[in-house]
């Protein structure tokens, strides 16, 4: 597969893990929707959506069981629900191929240059880690913008902590997906699903010797 200089690249080696569903239709362009399992290396995984256009791939030979190595870019769109804007991240492929390789199940790489489009979050948790949640906004082409959550941890966290909106800022890690709990006023409990790139590598982009590695 080729490589893409760009400001939103997403690497993932993965198994899918049910059929393909069908997302939407687009100049009629039919995209569809797999789910890849990513391992980490602790032994746990990531569940992690990947859209895909029909005319990359045969979408009958995506079948659940099957490897896959994607190339794309970690996008988002705003979804109504209830009176309210979700905001749904999901893996956009560019590329698609399957694979016979194993040691492809852990390849979980995002490189994203964007905006801070909201103030750091930066905390520690009771055993006095340091954690900082940060929003950024990476350009697409005609206009748009992916709004992409991003964990940064230790020394990052506390370097980001006092950077302004606005800044545009070069990261790099793995996507990662986490489950939580929504309870609704009338007691019900809905299992859901957040994605966010947990960052290893962090910089001002207009500086690279601010870069830090943990």
């Known amino acids: 597969m080729e490589t ?3 400001n939103n690249f997403v690497e993932i080696g993965g198994i899918i893990i049910d059929k393909p569903e069908f997302s939407h239709e ?7 929707k797999i789910n890849v399992e990513s391992k980490r290396l602790s032994s746990s995984q990531d569940i992690l959506p990947v859209i895909i256009s029909e005319r990359l791939i045969d979408i009958n030979n ?6 896959v190595h994607v190339i794309g870019q970690f996008r988002s769109y705003n979804k109504q629900e209830e009176m309210r804007s979700r ?8 590329e698609i191929e399957i694979i016979e390789e194993e040691d492809i199940l852990t390849l979980n790489n995002a490189d994203l240059v964007g905006y801070i489009c909201k103030k750091p979050i930066y905390r520690k948790t009771p055993l006095g880690r340091e954690i900082a949640d940060v929003l950024i906004a990476v350009n697409r082409s005609y206009k748009k913008s992916d709004y992409i959550p991003c964990i940064l941890w230790g020394r990052n ?3 980001c902590e006092k950077l302004q ?5 070069r990261l790099s890690g793995r996507i990662q997906s986490r489950k939580y709990e929504k309870k609704f006023e009338n007691g019900e409990i ?14 001002i982009n207009k500086d690279r010797k601010d870069e830090i590695n943990n």
Do not use: Q
């Open 62 to 67: 995506l079948t659940n069981g099957k490897t």
């Open 165 to 169: 909106v606005g800044t545009m800022v």
């Open 87 to 94: 905001l749904v991240l999901s893996i956009f492929a560019k």
């Open 4 to 6: 893409f200089n760009e």
């Open 157 to 159: 966290a506390k370097f």
């Open 190 to 203: 809905l299992e859901k699903i957040a994605y966010e790139v947990s960052v290893s590598k962090f910089s």
């Open 26 to 32: 687009l100049f009629d362009e039919k995209f569809y």
